[in-house]
């Protein structure tokens, strides 16, 4: 094999090693494929970077930061302000499980979600020792947000754990245009 080659397979079995050391695996799993959006190495052998898979191994997400509210919408397919109204059941993402909630939409600002009322699945951080919402489900309140989302297959979930959320109280301006 060309060193090329080798490097092409080596390089990634690697970082995906100590990716996974760092999350508690013992990196003896076989590398899968890159997620562009999160920047995941998926731990099944062979399969394609499915979010939404429902068993196998978990990976660690390095979730990408967005420096401002702008690039969070810029990056979103889909951007509305609404409320969630309840739950709507579990789903399981990067073998993680997360919670579907049933979201009221105000208005849309981005995206055709086809419907007015949308099931949107929080996402879940990653490396949390089994714990899917350390900090809170921010999908969980009653109150009135913006929430930026992606569709994978044919679920919406929020862009990250921390940024697919923002308080959007009555009476305020959008922080982005």
């Not at 969070?72 to 309840?86: C, D, E, P």
């Not at 399981?92 to 009322?117: M, S």
């Not at 699945?121 to 109150?143: F, I, K, V």
Request: aromatic share 6%.
């Amino acid at each position: 094999m060309k060193s090329a080659q080798l490097s092409r397979y080596l390089i990634p079995s690697l970082l995906l090693t100590i990716l996974l050391t760092s999350c508690g695996h013992n990196g003896t799993e076989r590398p899968g494929t890159t997620d562009p959006m999160t920047n995941v190495m998926s731990a099944a052998p062979s399969t394609p970077a499915s979010p939404a898979d429902s068993d196998g191994p978990f990976a660690c997400v390095d979730w990408v930061r967005f420096d401002t509210p702008q690039d969070q919408y810029n990056n979103a397919g889909l951007v509305l302000i609404g409320k969630s109204v309840s739950r709507a059941g579990e789903t399981n993402i990067y073998g993680h499980t997360a919670i579907t909630h049933l979201v009221e939409v105000e208005q849309v600002l981005k995206g055709d979600p086809g419907e007015r009322n949308l099931h949107i699945t929080s996402t879940p951080p990653t490396c949390t020792a089994g714990e899917s919402y350390p900090d809170g489900d921010p999908l969980d309140t009653a109150e009135r947000v913006i929430i930026f989302a992606s569709k994978q297959g044919t679920e919406w979930f929020t862009i990250t754990p921390a940024q697919g959320v923002l308080p959007f109280p009555q009476g305020s301006t959008l922080p982005f245009h």
